[in-house]
């Protein structure tokens, strides 16, 4: 039996220790949570069997039970040998072993170092239970997404453009002539552009070749894209009207951009609505009091018929807009019958009966728009033939100076050759071909020559040559003293290019069509007749802006804005 | 009438910031419908300008709301009045701006500006939601119990169940010391939001102790019926306390949102106006 001292020490504040002790008698000491224990600690951190503690002799033996290690002076053992002064780690206990008083072979002293704790505080510490307590946080992705947009959208672009060097600021096409062999791509000192992420919309398809160079048209900060930055590609783009006749404030005091708004996707940024034009010819006088041009709304609605330029005088050259319903008559100086031509049954030809179509004389000039003129020798002379005599070669279809100096031409050469047969001749013009011809008949032979050019050129220019097809008028100046490379005789055919010189009209795109659906050709007796169709023949496809079951046709499908002729914007 | 501030807000003076809106709305589709510009609509045009400065103002104003809602001197009704604007103006943004872009979009800033906007106001539209729903659900799963009341309950369960379990086996008693030390309530913000706890050490222990029951002497099967009881309660407790804690996180966590992309909103409108101007 021992009798052991066991004194309990609580800390209920920072300073104050109670301590409560207590007398027990017993084999050995048991330590642990178990009631049947002789020491009694109350923790569940402790094992209900802890440890024992007994007398061995004069010695004291602190053993371990149970799985649960001891610490002995910081030592962890198992079984130990203790004295007064010793320290015995239990779990959050800690025994010292003391000097044992009077009437008692034992002592010790219990304390908790290690207490639980407050549980609320303890839960408190490890919960976290609103936002505010975790790591999201409104004030720092505020600033963070503030200051990351304003540099990378705002800041670094705006020091690009100011830090952009020289060689950024060309033109691939402008300095192409002044660029170095060899320079390759303009040289950039960072791989992106900077500004890039400002591009409002996807550039036209066309400018797309300079798109990746936004300084080429942005070129001052705050400033409008200048005229002079399009002009400086855009050299001989025309004025819509003379800006001295007409100096109209719409025409002239006017921004590209006005117009032509780029980034606007890959679509073309050239303006297709009638309003713009409408806007002014809707009622033009007001704009322009001189102006000849008729008022248009409207394709379908409201289109003054054609007026085509019509050739009135080809001796002086001139021409006139006469319209459709005025009968206009186109002077051309040259008789040519369509309904002749085009006979069912064929005309007369060297090689028979020939019938003709349109496409045998018209063809389309390159690129379709517009046919080739009509060619003499090409399209005429196979059966309409330039002879004046018998064996003489065919005459030119050129100047009327040209076809009396071929004729003169080949009547000399007969007189210089000799031995013809002609009893009205000279005997010099007759004598034996290839002798020489006497210096004192040269008076004779010129005035055979001369007679039997008059009349060859008489003949040349008569109805039945020249005069089947054109106006022909003796009143020229001639050569002074009848001398060789003049003639009296006159020939002016003036054939119109373009009728409707305002529009543009691509034969090419209406190839579906045929020839005489528009031109009456076969009902036209005389080249005087303006086999234009009317106005209401395009209206059987095309109609306004807003036409839903026709082809929608706005101005600039067959009118341009920009003019040539009228200076440069 | 209703007493919460929030929903006051919605109805203030007969919903006044509602027909405002409504008009703002109105007047600007009639505008765009009527608006024949020259090529596609865009923000370039006289009716894009104009829609795109009363876009920038209102977007403006409402975000110094975020500066007014701190100045509680100006007074409930005052404060009443500036949600309600906030939240009907803000939602009349959707269709004031998106006019403004004349439906082009593409990779820059200026659609950057644009959709952080409609994030901010989805993020807003939730803060309404947030509003009207979270409060009420709170205060039923609550049971009329305050949320310090409920760690009041489960602490002081946690040191009933030391001193039930002090005479029982040392297994139980890990298990008890486990729930007693290592459960929480809440934890990072994915964790508050979700409202649960996966292997939470309270309902681990309450199933363990369960099948350590039948291995207890039979003078100790009073006290694990008792810690049973414990564990058990605590467990229902730890519920509506998280169910609690999540309703907060939902009715919070869209500040979270909305406050930051406003931000982010400010910068993107600020490069967006100067870029245009800038490469006019």
């Known amino acids: ?135 999201l946080s409104k004030r720092m992705w505020s600033w963070a997404l503030f200051l990351g947009i304003f540099a990378v959208f705002l800041a670094l672009p705006i020091a690009a453009f100011f830090l952009r060097g020289t060689d950024e600021a060309v033109s691939p096409m402008l300095l192409e002539a002044e660029k170095p062999p060899d320079s390759g791509e303009p040289r950039r000192w960072l791989p992106i552009r900077l500004d890039s992420p400002w591009i409002s919309g996807e550039i036209s398809g066309p400018h797309k070749f300079i798109a990746k160079d936004c300084n080429l048209c942005h070129q001052k900060a705050f400033v409008q894209v200048p005229n002079e930055a399009c002009l400086a590609c855009h050299k001989d783009v025309g004025q819509h009207a003379d800006p001295v006749k007409f100096p109209l404030a719409t025409l002239v005091q006017v921004r590209c951009q006005q117009c032509h708004k780029e980034h606007e996707g890959p679509k073309p940024i050239i303006r297709a609505d009638q309003a713009l034009c409408v806007a002014c010819h809707g009622d033009l006088k007001r704009q322009a009091a001189k102006t000849t041009l008729m008022d248009t709304a409207d394709f379908e609605r409201h289109h003054p018929d054609f ?245 929608p046709s706005t101005c600039i499908l067959c009118h341009d804005f920009h003019l040539s002729g009228r200076g440069r914007m | 009438m209703p007493t919460d501030i929030h929903e006051a807000a919605l109805v203030y003076r007969g919903f006044r910031y509602l027909k405002l809106a409504v008009l703002m709305v109105v007047a600007a589709v009639v505008a765009y419908v009527m608006h024949a510009p020259m090529g596609s609509p865009n923000g370039g045009t006289w009716l894009g300008y104009t829609l795109g400065g009363a876009g920038a103002l209102l977007i403006v104003w409402l975000a110094y709301f975020g500066i007014r809602k701190r100045r509680y001197q100006s007074g409930r009704g005052l404060l009443r009045g500036w949600l309600s604007a906030h939240v009907y103006l803000g939602l009349a943004l959707i269709i004031i701006v998106t006019l403004h872009t004349g439906f082009q979009f593409g990779w820059n800033i200026h659609t950057l500006a644009y959709a952080l906007m409609i994030l901010v106001i989805a993020s807003g539209i939730f803060g309404i939601y947030a509003y009207a729903r979270y409060p009420s659900l709170a205060s039923e799963s609550s049971g009329g119990m305050r949320f310090d009341e409920m760690l009041l309950a489960i602490a002081e369960i946690d040191r009933e169940c030391r001193q039930a379990s002090l005479k029982l086996g040392q297994e139980i008693n890990q298990e008890v010391l486990r729930s007693c030390q290592q459960t929480r309530v809440g934890g990072p913000a994915y964790r508050q939001l979700s409202g649960t706890e996966p292997d939470c050490p309270t309902t681990r222990a309450l199933g363990n102790v369960r099948g350590l029951a039948a291995q207890v002497p039979a003078e100790d099967a009073g006290d694990v019926r008792k810690l049973l009881t414990l564990l058990a309660k605590k467990v229902e407790l730890l519920a509506r306390a998280r169910a609690l804690v999540q309703f907060r996180a939902l009715w919070n966590i869209w500040l979270y949102a909305h406050i930051p992309l406003s931000f982010a909103l400010l910068a993107a409108l600020l490069a967006h106006i100067v870029s245009v101007f800038f490469y006019w």
């Not at chain 1, 090689?351 to 690129?367: E, M, N, R, V």
């Not at chain 1, 033939?385 to 050469?413: C, W």
């Open chain 1, 307 to 551: 007026r085509p330029n019509v050739m009135v005088d080809p001796w002086t050259r001139t021409t006139k807009r006469i319209g459709l319903n005025a009968q206009p008559r186109e002077m051309s100086n040259v008789r040519f019958s369509h309904k002749k031509h085009l006979v069912a049954n064929g005309v007369r030809s060297p090689k028979g009966k020939q019938k003709l179509g349109c496409g045998d004389c018209h063809q389309p000039a390159p690129g379709g728009a517009g046919m080739k003129p009509i060619d003499m020798e090409s399209h005429c002379q196979a059966c309409h033939a330039l002879d004046f005599e018998k064996n003489a070669p065919s005459l030119p279809h050129r100047r009327p100076e040209a076809v009396e100096a071929t004729i003169r031409g080949y009547y000399s050469a007969l007189a210089i050759r000799g031995g013809v047969k002609d009893a009205d001749a000279p005997p010099a013009v007759r004598r034996r071909a290839g002798t020489p011809l006497p210096v004192t008949t040269t008076k004779d032979v010129l005035a055979w020559v001369n007679k039997r050019t008059s009349k060859g050129v008489a003949f040349a220019f008569s109805k039945a040559r020249c005069g089947f097809c054109h106006e022909v008028r003796k009143d020229g100046a001639g050569s002074a003293g009848g001398a060789p490379g003049g003639t009296k005789w006159r020939i002016k055919a003036l054939v119109t290019d373009r009728w409707l010189v305002k529009g543009n009209f691509d034969h090419a795109s209406h190839t579906a069509v045929t020839c005489m659906g528009c031109h009456k050709a076969t009902t036209s007796d005389s080249s005087g007749d303006v086999l234009l169709p009317p106005l209401a023949s395009c209206r059987e496809c095309h109609g306004g802006e807003k036409a839903t079951a026709k082809v």
């Open chain 1, 1 to 135: 039996m021992m009798k052991c001292l066991v004194a309990h020490e609580t800390r209920r504040t920072k300073d104050a220790v109670s301590r409560r002790e207590e007398e027990i008698t017993a084999e050995a000491l048991r330590f642990g949570r178990g009631a049947e224990n002789e020491v009694y600690l109350p923790d569940p951190r402790v094992p209900l069997q802890f440890a024992r503690l007994r007398r061995v002799g004069d010695r004291l033996v602190i053993q371990a039970e149970g799985t649960a290690d001891l610490r002995v002076n910081g030592v962890v053992l198992r079984t130990a040998s203790v004295s007064p002064g010793d320290t015995i780690g239990l779990g959050p206990y800690e025994i010292t072993i003391d000097e044992p008083p009077e009437g008692a072979d034992t002592a010790i002293t219990v304390r908790l170092v290690e207490p639980l704790g407050d549980d609320l505080q303890q839960l408190l510490a490890r919960s976290q239970t609103g936002l505010a307590a975790t790591r």
